[in-house]
């Protein structure tokens, strides 16, 4: 496979600037969730957006796709999507003879998996899978999904109805979730004008293309993470697992997860080493899918985000050598 | 940080502990201590060697010495103490308390009574405990100065004339041995710790301490008298200037109504004359002072020539002098104020910061050795030699005649003395007149004038003519400037007024030393050996008289055997009460309160900014610096890496502070978190730099107040 040669981190800087700021042209007053969507695309990982209807989490993957000039797939889970339907399918050619494999939704660039929580779990887990291995296998074959490869999927607060409730497990392969939120009431009125002059999403140019990403991403690996770093990390994480308000802490994957963003974080601030600041910023999107709080915690309305920050703000950091 | 302890350790503070005994020297006679004393810093470095050399705990260690040494100092005791059939403790018991009675009844140096070397035993287990404790169990190898100086400190406040200097070294030198022997930072690969990788910022340590101590010395001694003034507080900084004291003599003389000048009385009621300084050249132009080596240390002993000791107590009257009066040759002073000497002149000038009104209404004692020479001893007595060679040079330019009237005067004398006594039956003869009406002056041509033609003049005319005849004879002379005796008053002590200003010739006389003689004829009371005319067993007359009986018996072991000044009588009405003592106490106290913070701020910056540390223990070290200057100049630390925190802190600092704290805040985090680490080495100038440029933002009243009253020692943290 050819390569991209590996850029320089200042310019993984500057394409990441890039991307951010094509994406904000049309969300408006979501930097920091277009920043963690970034950051999770240069981190290899997926990202969780979980928030009501109509809020944007589709335009958010749909203008990441485009400004980075990558195919886009949208999968919408239904509870009658079947595991084929997302890997793809063998099916026999009249005129060959031969079976040939009809790819499913998953390969793309960006694979927004809508309203994932609405699939049956059978689907869930085949999207997840191929999500962790990175390929597909189908009828023998081993198919290998695309580079960069990132899915965003959304999912509708687990107590509205007619959902099935993503499992832990199945969670902790997310690298971050993020909620959108309403939008401030400038940016709701930007917004209406804004539409007033058709589909907002044809006005996101590419910025940059999916080799440039993937190169990107083989430059982000070469960023060093001090092993005080590393102490910090796992202490954060471990902290998760020993708060007594949490009955299910952060899995290892959740270390290695928050290593990647923290590194991502380090590489587009144009540091090739990261810094404790570096692993506390995005420390609560990724750990706090991850955690299920106790029952007390949740009947005294501690949620899970409070809970790691909490956590993480009573973790020492190896500032002081 | 852990020191790794090493065998070596416990004989070299077992050698420190034996060597910071040595300024005992002057306290306690004999070395009758000194083997029980070696006998228990033995014991205790045995048991420290073999035990870590067994790697046993460091407390363990300590626990096992604290024993070994009570034990060994309990047979000690036990043995020293007379046969008794009390218990052993109680017999201890008995011990110190001879021991005590001993020390409080004693003068210097003492008996080594039982009582006394069992308590110098047990001061010795104390010390080197105390150093194991410091310096293997707590790791605080700098405390160890206080008490290696404990004994030498003692010395400094009981017998502090006796105590030189020099005793200071031993002390010192085991210090630093101490310092140079506790091991290193093991180093992180080998787990080895490299010899020496301390050693720069542990005599920064010392220096540090050095400072402190003579800071402290500053600030205290001014408060102190003389007497108790700490020995290594060297002589002052800026040269003295000396006003010439011939003039100040000339007014007093001429001054047409008489006022007090001192009253003072004698240990053995005999009438002195108190010197106040001695003019070393007389050339063609006159008498006149030579640049002093002034020095505040060594006066005991530093005049070492035969003599009465007499003891002196002085009340001045308002009159200001830089000089202090006091008989010839002083061997020790207890004043009020800051004093120091001229070993070559033996003048005792104020050298404090209000140097010329330090004699204002000051009383004092002074203890001082008179050449008393008896006439025979005069008489046998060759020229000296071995003094300055100005005291030798004949003024130039003197008419030839005074040569042949010199060789008229000597006649057939022989020796030095005979021809000196000669000299001054010359000039107390009936040819010369005393007469203020003389050119104040000791030039050349005065001189010549005086002894040749007009044979008139007044105290100063005849000193210089005496002296210029006997440097003529090859006689080593000076002329001594101070007061006659003055007037008994019906209480015993004597009056001394403007009107007994008063100039007189020293010669240097082999074995003799500086003997004064008095060629003024309106003076009645040469000393007999100076008078031809007195008999040399006279009882002296009643009149007042400076002479001192030559019966007494000669003095040469006399110096050495001087009383401290802690046995002088109180001057009656005079001195300090006990209040002012107390309040002279809490004054120090609280100056060393007060100053704690300071200093605990001031050692935490040079052991934080020490070299010789690991690159990012250097880093961490340094930013914790940064971090406590921030604190110390009013600023809130907030939390966060070096380079975040930096930012935030950049809008409350001046420009150049900004970015003197970016470039730290970069290179600390290079050197914690990057791959390749970062250049440490100049941590130290920076922080240094920053401090610096942040201590002149701030302004000078916030500075003293972080420099003074840091509060970043008052947060202490759990972690770093």
Redo the contacts between chains.
Sequence with gaps: MNQTPTPPLAEVSQLAGRITSEMARVIEGKDQQIRTAVTVLLAEGHLLIEDVPGVGKTVMAKSLGRAISGDVKRIQFTPDLLPSDVTGVSVFNQSTREFEFKPGGIFAHIVLGDEINRASPKTQSALLEAMAEGQVSADGHTYRLNDPFMVIATQNPIEMEGTYPLPEAQRDRFMARITMGYPARTSEVAMLEHHAGGDRLATVSPVTDAASVAAAVRSIRSVFVAPVINDYIVAIVEGTRRHPDLRLGASPRASLHLMRTARVIAALAGRDYVIPEDVRALAVEVLAHRVLPTVEAQVAHRDPEGIVRAVVDATAAPNRG | MRFSQNPWTSIVISVATLLSLLPLAPMVAGYVHLPDAALIVGVSALIGVLLTLARAPRLLILAAQIVAVGAVAGWRGLALAPQSDEGALDTLTLLSGEGIVAIRTGAPPLEPEPGLVWLLILLTGMIVLVLELLVNALEQPAWAIAPLGLVFGIGAITVPTDLSFWYAIPVIAGYLAVLLSATGVPDPPTGKSPPGALLASKVQIAVVFGVVAFVAAMVVSPMLPLGEKQPWNSGPDGPIQLADPTVRLEQDLRRPADSLVLTYRTSDDRPVYLRTVALPELNSSGARLLPMRLSQIGLSGAYSFPGDPVEVLVTMAGVPSEYLPAPFAVEAIDAEGEWSFDPDTMAVVASGPDRLEQTIDLSYSVVSTIPSPSREEVEAAEAGSGVSATTSEVPADLEPAVETLVADVVGSAETAGEKALAMQSFLRSGEFEYTLAAPASTGTDTISAFLLDDRAGYCIHFAAGMITMARMEGIPARMAVGFAPGERLPDGSFEVTAHDAHAWPELFLDGLGWVPFEPTPAYDGPAEYTDPAAEPSGSGSPSPTPSVSTSQEPAEQQPSALPTPTLFPEVPGEGQGPGGAWLLGALIVLVALLSVPGVVRLIQRLWRLRPGQSA??A???A??EVEALMIDTGRRWP???????AAALSPQLGERSAAALRELAHT????????EGADTKRLPGLVRALRGTVFREVGPAASARAVLFPPSVLQWRT??
Excluded: M, Y
């Design positions: 990012k223990d880093a961490g070290s930013w914790r939390a966060g890496s070096p380079v975040p925190v600390v985090e290079l050197s914690q978190f990057s791959r972690r770093g």
